[in-house]
């Protein structure tokens, strides 16, 4: 059972990559599928997105931030004007 949580994981990460990309924001597939690297338009630091909470929750920051998985319309909006700071 583990292993069909880590592949919903991955796909909602592959979700999110999608539709960041859509929105401009070039982000890849890290480790197996289980992190995703969004970067920066300019110089700085990459963020980096896991999906937490049991699955519920993307989260990015440290998970100080975090938007639900069953919104990746939502999440991609927020995470792109995060990244574009």
Known sequence: M???GRLEEA???IRLRDRLGSLGVNA????NNSALMAHRPGPGLPVWVFVGYG???YSWQQAERRHL???VEGAARVLAEYVAK
């Open 2 to 4: 583990a292993g069909l």
């Open 11 to 13: 796909n909602a990460l």
């Open 28 to 31: 890849e597939l890290r480790d």
């Open 55 to 57: 699955g519920a929750y």
């Open 69 to 71: 998985v069953d919104d």
